[in-house]
């Protein structure tokens, strides 16, 4: 059971965070901790250090790229963009309802109410290397600190024919989502600055599966400890239990071995195949 301490514990925290950890795309969740890269279930394609962060690119299935960035000492995830590689087969966006290559920019601001807010030193319109456009909108997430910004791009062919006739067609009919990005406002304020421009009609929006049209949840509600009563099972597992592994992306939990033993001793006490010990602030599962 390999990474499973990695995998439960990233449950866990999951299950009990603050709404900002709604905002997630391919199973990775902004505020969440880097052990949740585990879920991806393939090693980063290229890593770099930017200042006290780190940035790793994933590649995913159907062609798309996934950009992680973490603050290395708290391993908190700061930012999330995913990119469309261009194929068919990812063209699903990790917001509900929009597609990559698909939605166009008209669609998202009807759909988002508004054209968005744009950061002064993220300028809302930019060259790409072909010769063609990116055009970002951003908006506020309700009931988070983050930010959700939509790049739609204009083909270098479009741009092209566009010059040549000397017509002037509506970019939001033309433009079509490229990337999308999630991240938490006060760093994106450090890469792309604090001052903002609000189009008009603009207002915050809800992230799917962010309880959009319920009450929202007190501070002390949201981070309430489950319970083992809050996950009813018709049968409790009685099989041999494993042994921890305290190898590899694991290395990390060996300082509580003891702890851990003696706690997995007594049987599964949560789901009716789980064993949680808890140490300090941290905790773990071993099945």
């Not at 990233?10 to 890269?37: C, E, K, N, P, Y």
């Not at 190898?247 to 949680?276: C, K, L, W």
Request: a neutral charge; aromatic letters at 10%.
């Amino acid at each position: 059971m390999k990474d499973l301490f990695a995998a439960a514990l990233s449950a866990l925290v999951i299950s009990t965070a603050s709404t900002a950890f709604a905002q997630s795309m391919s199973g990775v969740s902004v505020g969440g901790d880097r052990q949740q890269l585990d879920i991806i279930g393939s090693r980063p394609v290229a890593t770099e250090a930017m200042g006290p962060h780190t940035i790793e690119k994933y590649q995913l299935s159907g062609g798309n790229e996934l950009s992680v960035t973490y603050h290395r000492a708290s391993g908190k995830i700061v930012y999330l963009e995913t990119d469309w590689g261009g194929e068919t087969a990812g063209a699903f966006a990790d917001f509900e309802g929009f597609k990559f290559g698909k939605t166009t920019l008209s669609e998202i601001r009807a759909k988002l109410g508004s054209n968005g807010m744009s950061f002064k030193e993220r300028p809302p319109v930019t060259p790409t290397p072909d010769g063609g456009l990116a055009l970002f909108n951003s908006y506020e997430v309700n009931g988070s600190g983050t930010i959700a910004t939509f790049v739609t791009s204009v083909s270098a062919v479009t741009v092209k024919s566009i010059k040549e006739k000397g017509s002037n067609p509506n970019v939001g009919d033309t433009a079509k989502l490229e990337a999308v990005i999630v991240g938490e406002k006060d760093y994106l304020e450090t890469i792309w600055g604090s001052d903002k421009t609000k189009s008009p009609n603009y207002s915050a929006i809800d992230w799917p599966g962010n309880g959009s049209g319920q009450a929202p949840k007190s501070p002390q509600a949201a981070l309430t400890k489950p319970e083992a009563a809050d996950f009813p099972v018709e049968r409790v597992y009685r099989g041999k239990t494993a042994k921890p592994d305290f190898s590899g992306s694991n290395a990390h939990f060996r300082d509580f071995r003891t702890r851990i033993r003696q706690g997995m001793a007594g049987g599964p006490g949560f789901a009716g195949e789980y064993s949680v010990i808890q140490f300090g602030s941290a905790r773990a599962a071993q099945r």
